[in-house]
């Protein structure tokens, strides 16, 4: 696939571990943003989502607040 996903993510997030998996699984390169960690990924975080839950993703022009499998499913077209 020619595109990645970009991950807002805590280091104790468990669901921010099973998006990962989830999405490496669909050979998706995620590239994972520490909120805790980067001042500038927290402020880009709660740009885009509104608040600091995590996971945020960004895939393919969307933003998916938590890990919600059919939404990603559903983005990229998969049955």
Do not use: N, W
């Amino acid at each position: 696939m020619g595109f990645h996903a970009v991950m807002f993510t805590t280091p104790t997030c468990g669901y921010c571990k099973k998006a990962e998996q989830y999405l490496k699984k669909l050979d998706i390169p995620v590239k994972k943003r520490d909120i805790t960690k980067d001042p500038r990924a927290l402020e880009e975080c709660q740009r885009r989502s509104g608040g600091t839950a995590v996971p945020v993703i960004l895939l393919k022009g969307h933003t998916i607040v938590g890990f919600d499998k059919g939404r990603i499913d559903r983005i990229l077209g998969i049955d």
